[in-house]
């Protein structure tokens, strides 16, 4: 029989009362057991409640702003009937404190805390975006962040707004900022006349467009400032070149429909994307140059064993690029299942920072919605993307007459520090290739 649990601050140190910065959760919201529910912060450290059982949230007791202390009851779980659980609980908390070099002693059992905070960061995520972007966002848009890491980023100059955090729920860590400001001052060669725009632009200048008719200022969400940071960077620091071709899909998109019972038997949808995921797979292997990131000191090339597509994907937040692993290993009907899971926990907000690490190529395909070509960004440190745009009918020559022809525009935009333009067209005729005859994909 499922219960009601008051969840409480548990122990929380020598603290009297306590900033709540984050509500992670809503009412009517399922979570997980372990799942962070809010983030707390005083002058010291971070803590995150997680929740002490999977269930469902059925009332929340606190909000941003407000001040807590152990004991409060801060929220109602239904739990789920298989938890077993007093109806009273403390859950523990994830303790992320302030490292100074001078000043107060750390004690010696939050020190070890820190240390397995530290050893725990991955790589920063190479795009976008976290699973708690929307509480951030409603938090006032501020970064998720300890003190000690505000302090150390302000003292740094580093824009915390700017940083994509890679611990758990998006937390910015002291590696994200350092990544950040190495990123920012191997840029700065590029920048000149101390004008705060790279390349001694001329800044843009303050307008008051009211003085010219009605406006309305929207807030942009914590994904879109944070996506187009990235994409100002890759932008500005990488050589991007697109090289534009279509593939003959009109034998791959009889054998889609031709299997779309089979995958609606299995609960999923076939669409084209999952055999663009195996042609590119297929070209990344003929191709290796395309499957490999610059070093950051530009000396060597990291050619990757592996392949793992990143897929752009479009939510109400914005962009965010989330990557399926090992797309080499798996069917088409295995990648759509995997790719109708990862978008909608896209766009209901719930991906992890590790969604997002490891991807080797993008696919930006634009194709359910229209367009004919269109030059997408890459998401470094990968070294080209492929953008997809709609099929659509054309008569093909075939040497005798004009043929009915279902046509998918390619555009595939590339870093030509890496590739040179004859391997661009190249590895896009053999996608095309691949496409016009998907069985090739499996020689
Ligand atoms: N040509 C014609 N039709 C296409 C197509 C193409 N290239 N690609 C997809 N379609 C069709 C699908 O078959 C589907 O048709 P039905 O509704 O008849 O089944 C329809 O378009 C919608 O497809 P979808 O978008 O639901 O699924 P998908 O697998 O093609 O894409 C996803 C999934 C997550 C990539 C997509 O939903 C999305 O978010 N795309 C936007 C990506 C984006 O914003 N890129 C821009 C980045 S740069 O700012």
Redesign the pocket.
Same mark, same amino acid.
């Given at each position: 029989m499922s219960k009601v649990i008051e969840i409480r601050i548990p122990d929380i140190g020598d603290f009297d009362g306590v900033d709540v910065i984050e509500v992670l959760v809503a009412i009517d919201q399922e979570v997980a057991k372990e799942e962070s529910l809010f983030t707390l912060e005083s002058d010291k450290a971070t803590m995150e409640i997680p929740s002490p059982e999977s269930g469902v949230i059925t009332e929340l007791k606190i909000a941003v702003g407000d001040v807590v202390k152990e004991g409060d009851v801060v929220a109602l779980l239904m739990a789920s009937a298989e938890a077993d659980t007093p109806a009273e609980t403390k859950a523990e908390v994830e303790v992320e404190v302030e490292v100074e070099p001078e000043g107060e002693p750390i004690p010696e059992v939050l020190n070890e805390e820190v240390e397995t905070v530290v050893a725990e960061v991955p790589q920063p995520a190479p795009v976008i975006a976290s699973a708690s972007s929307k509480a951030v966002t409603s938090a006032g848009g501020m970064a998720h962040a300890s003190p000690a890491i505000r302090r150390f980023a302000r003292e740094l100059g580093a824009n915390l707004n700017q940083i994509v955090g890679s611990a758990r729920a998006g937390r910015i860590t002291r590696d994200d900022v350092k990544a950040f400001v190495k990123q920012a001052l191997s840029a700065a060669p590029a920048s000149s006349g101390g004008s705060g725009m790279p390349f001694g632009l001329p800044p843009l200048r303050e307008t008051d467009f009211s003085k010219f008719g009605q406006i309305e200022t929207q807030s942009l969400s914590r994904i879109q400032k944070l996506s187009g940071s990235f994409l100002a960077r890759n932008w500005i620091s990488i050589p991007h070149v697109t090289q534009f071709d279509e593939a003959d899909i009109t034998e791959m998109e009889a054998f889609r429909k031709g299997n779309q019972e089979l995958a609606r038997a299995r609960g999923t949808?076939l669409? &084209? /994307?999952p055999f663009m995921i195996k042609a590119c797979v297929a070209a990344l292997k003929q191709f290796p140059r395309f499957n490999a990131s610059l070093s950051t000191d530009g000396e060597s090339l990291v050619l990757k064993k592996y392949f793992h597509i990143g897929?752009?994907?479009?939510t109400d937040d914005g /962009?965010v690029v989330p990557v399926l692993r090992n797309c080499d290993q798996k069917g088409l009907l295995e990648l759509a299942e995997e /790719?109708a899971e990862v %978008?909608q926990r896209a766009r209901d907000g719930k991906l992890l920072p590790k969604d997002f690490q490891g991807g080797c190529f993008t696919i %930006?395909?634009? *194709? *359910?919605?229209g367009g004919t070509a269109f030059t &997408?960004i890459i998401n470094a440190p990968e070294v080209a993307i492929l953008g997809? %745009?709609? %099929?659509y009918m054309k008569p093909l020559w075939n040497g005798m007459e004009f043929r009915p022809r279902l046509m998918?525009p390619l555009s595939l935009s590339y870093d030509h520090r890496v590739i040179d333009g004859a391997s661009a067209a190249r590895f896009t005729r053999y996608l095309a290739e691949m496409m016009a005859d998907i069985r090739r994909v499996m020689l």
């Open positions: 949808k669409t &084209p /994307l897929i752009a994907v479009d /962009l /790719l %978008s %930006s395909s634009l *194709g *359910g919605i &997408p997809v %745009s709609r %099929s998918l």
